[in-house]
Antibody, heavy 118, light 108 residues
């Protein structure tokens, strides 16, 4: 079946980096984009950015520009999100989602908890 | 950037009630709007895309309407499993997306 499976929970110190993976299966990976969305504890959904799995084009949320990098590995149908210079307010559940303009975010990963704490 | 507002932010309702949630965009977004349901500890679930198209497998008691700047999500008869938080999302500025702040539907 169509699914996205994310890597496990991470605990990082302030100033460190984290890289979360999202492995796709059940569909043609390069035919869709992948978006990353995060949710801080008790808060709403925050869109972080998008990457085309076809050509690697990216578009990042302005507030994360310079700290976030999204990449894909088409040989393994895996998307990655790296966030650098972590702060305590980056503590959140990070989700990947299959993204299209016409059909919105129809498939979601299970989420990855990232905790930033000294 | 396009901003989305949702009203109400919190709603208390009973099983069987008809529930309506409104989402307003700061500028016209045609019909590029989606609705999601999220339960605690779970990933969001797509309910409706293109403002009014029901995602496969979603019960028909959910419906969406609107275009331009004002949209609504309606649950015709609230069921126990519908108590959750609902988010709207604009896709008009693809590939830059925005979520609304959410509406929590709680049991009266």
């Amino acid at each position: 079946q169509v699914q996205l499976v994310q890597s496990g929970a991470e605990v990082k110190k302030p100033g460190a980096s984290v890289k979360v993976s999202c492995k796709a299966s059940g569909y043609t990976f390069t035919s869709y984009g992948i978006s990353w969305v995060r949710q801080a504890p008790g808060q709403g959904l925050e869109w972080m950015g998008w990457i085309s799995a076809y050509n690697g084009n990216t578009n990042y949320a302005q507030k994360l520009q310079g700290r976030v990098t999204m990449t894909t590995d088409t040989s393994t149908s895996t998307a990655y999100m790296e966030l650098r210079s972590l702060r305590s307010d980056d503590t959140a559940v990070y989700y990947c989602a299959r993204a299209t303009m016409s059909h919105a975010f129809d498939i979601w990963g299970q989420g990855t908890m990232v905790t930033v704490s000294s | 950037d396009i901003q989305l507002t949702q009203s109400p932010s919190f709603l208390s309702a009973s099983v069987g009630d008809r529930v309506t949630i409104t989402c307003r965009a700061s500028q016209g977004i045609s019909s590029y709007l989606a609705w999601y349901q999220q339960k605690p500890g779970k990933a969001p679930k797509l309910l409706i895309y293109a403002a009014s198209t029901l995602q496969s497998g979603v019960p028909s008691r959910f419906s969406g309407s609107g275009s331009g700047t004002e949209f609504t999500l309606t649950i015709s008869s609230l069921q126990p499993e519908d108590f959750a938080t609902y988010y709207c999302q604009q896709l008009n500025s693809y590939p830059l997306f925005t979520f609304g702040p959410g509406t929590k539907v709680d049991i009266k």
